[in-house]
């Protein structure tokens, strides 16, 4: 059974950091494409990062320069560090597993994201 089990949410002032994780179990981690994705109240659940089979890295503009998407294997572990955040990344952040027939995917349960004054 595939499991992804996300921590490190939390309430931070703005120009705050924090780190989330992503616990993978069922799958290696490091054998898919693993990404973030985030959904704020009242919107659409968006896509912030990915890092590819290859250990590429991509971004959303707005997390660009501020976030870092990276994984541990020995830990099967995916990680989101976000530094300088500011009100407008409030949301409830998710874990993202496509696997390599690009068709099967898996969620987890998300970690809630507050910044704010």
């Known amino acids: 059974q595939v499991q992804l089990v996300e921590s490190g949410g939390g309430s931070v002032h703005p120009g705050g950091s924090l780190t989330l994780s992503c616990a993978a179990s069922?799958?290696?981690?490091?054998?898919?494409?693993m990404a973030w994705y985030r959904q704020a109240p009242g919107k659409d659940r968006e896509w912030v990062a990915t890092?590819?089979?290859?250990?590429?890295?991509f971004y959303q503009d707005s997390a660009k320069g501020r976030f870092t998407i990276s994984r541990d294997s020995a830990k099967n572990t995916v990680y989101l560090q976000m530094n300088s955040l500011n009100p407008e990344d409030t949301a409830v952040y998710y874990c993202?597993?496509?696997?390599?027939?690009?068709?099967?995917?898996?969620w987890g349960q998300g970690t809630q994201v507050t910044v704010s004054s």
């Open positions: 993202h597993a496509q696997l390599r027939d690009l068709q099967t995917t898996y």
């Open positions: 069922g799958i290696i981690a490091s054998d898919n494409i």
């Open positions: 890092v590819s089979l290859l250990g590429d890295t």
